[in-house]
Nanobody, 127 residues
Framework: QVQLVESGGGLVQAGDSLRLSCAVS????????LAWFRQAPGKEREFVAG????????YVPDSLKGRFTVSRDNAKNAVFLQMSSLIIEDTAVYYC????????????????????WGQGTQVTVSS
């Protein structure tokens, strides 16, 4: 019902900003809750930001708040992750994910809650 394709990753220096995009196709986009996860080598996949289907509510963990912002453009069927003041520890593969069950906040943050995943985009932060 939903297909996701991430883009925008790359090699950046510490302190830089980067904007990731996720193109979402499928009829269910308008009711899809969208999230960004990341996975560093040897680590579990972790939730970094999410936005509810209506766009009225977003969630970014406290550890990333102030540096990461999530938004969606329903006219373009896309979701974005704006990252600023990047640090080496932000190096990871970033994944876009979608789920269709949550109707109101709070957003799901567990990987198991998300049914649809993109292929991921690599973000590498160098010193």
């Amino acid at each position: 019902q939903v297909q996701l394709v991430e883009s925008g990753g790359g090699l950046v220096q510490a302190g830089d900003s980067l904007r990731l995009s996720c193109a979402v196709s499928g009829r269910a986009f308008s009711r899809a809750n969208l999230a960004w996860f990341r996975q560093a080598p040897g680590k579990e996949r972790e939730f970094v930001a999410g936005i509810i289907w209506s766009g009225d509510s977003t969630y970014v963990p406290d550890s990333l708040k102030g540096r990461f912002t999530v938004s969606r453009d329903n006219a373009k069927n896309a979701v974005f992750l704006q990252m600023s003041s990047l640090i080496i520890e932000d190096t990871a593969v970033y994944y876009c994910a979608a789920e269709l069950r949550t109707l109101s906040p709070p957003l799901a943050t567990m990987t198991a809650a998300y049914d649809y995943w993109g292929q991921g985009t690599q973000v590498t932060v160098s010193s």
